[in-house]
T-cell receptor
Framework: DQQVKQNSPSLSVQEGRISILNCDYT??????FLWYKKYPAEGPTFLIS?????DKNEDGRFTVFLNKSAKHLSLHIVPSQPGDSAVYFC????????????FGSGTQLTVLP | DGGITQSPKYLFRKEGQNVTLSCEQN?????MYWYRQDPGQGLRLIYY???????QKGDIAEGYSVSREKKESFPLTVTSAQKNPTAFYLC????????????FGQGTRLTVV
């Protein structure tokens, strides 16, 4: 049972346009959500996060939106740059847990020059 | 500077042999984790440890073993009982704070032939 789902395995966007990556979850006990960026043969690097008490968090070109009623979150990248091309993982954490993360299957973003 | 070090980056082993993957962190983090990534899939949790001398099984612990004798170190042994050991293995660590991210190492690519 996949608790965190990224239904789009890939996304292509033109440089300068907006990239929107989506993530759905099923566990209502998740209280903290994170996005990681990963290049091939490297470890994921933390990008941005959001607590369940918020509905938006912004950091430079990156904004994460959380819709708790729909159990949906999205990552917006504006403007997209070729260096943003990577696999993006959505992750979630259960309140009061041992802090381990549950990951989605990832979305390969390709930003075309 | 602080970080998580996984070694080696690439590892080849013959089928039936046990192999130990190293993970060391100097971030003074209490919690450490091992994840496995397979092509087209997200990261799946193998084992995690919140404190020294204590660890718990994750979602796919069968065929793996760990130890946590020191705060800085969390080695993972892939035993011959693991049916599909070829994968990309990622170690991570985090503080015990409520809203904190996990930091990942660069990963070890294990190939069993």
């Amino acid at each position: 049972d996949q608790q965190v789902k990224q239904n789009s395995p890939s996304l292509s966007v033109q440089e300068g346009r907006i990239s929107i990556l989506n993530c759905d979850y099923t566990n209502s006990m998740f209280d903290y959500f994170l996005w990681y960026k990963k290049y091939p043969a490297e470890g994921p690097t933390f990008l941005i996060s959001i607590s369940s008490i918020k509905d938006k968090n912004e950091d430079g070109r990156f904004t994460v939106f959380l819709n708790k009623s729909a159990k949906h979150l999205s990552l917006h990248i504006v403007p997209s740059q070729p260096g943003d091309s990577a696999v993006y993982f959505c992750a979630a954490r259960v309140w009061g847990s041992a802090r381990q993360l549950t990951f989605g299957s990832g979305t390969q973003l390709t930003v075309l020059p | 500077d602080g970080g998580i070090t996984q070694s080696p980056k690439y590892l080849f082993r013959k089928e039936g042999q046990n192999v130990t993957l190293s993970c060391e962190q100097n971030l003074n983090h209490d919690a450490m984790y091992w994840y496995r990534q397979d092509p087209g899939q997200g990261l799946r949790l193998i084992y995690y440890s919140q404190i020294v001398n204590d660890f718990q099984k994750g979602d796919i612990a069968e065929g793996y073993s760990v130890s946590r004798e020191k705060k800085e170190s969390f080695p993972l042994t892939v035993t011959s009982a693991q049916k599909n050991p070829t994968a990309f293995y990622l170690c991570a660590s985090s503080t015990q704070g409520a809203n904190t991210e996990a930091f990942f190492g660069q990963g070890t690519r294990l190939t069993v032939v």
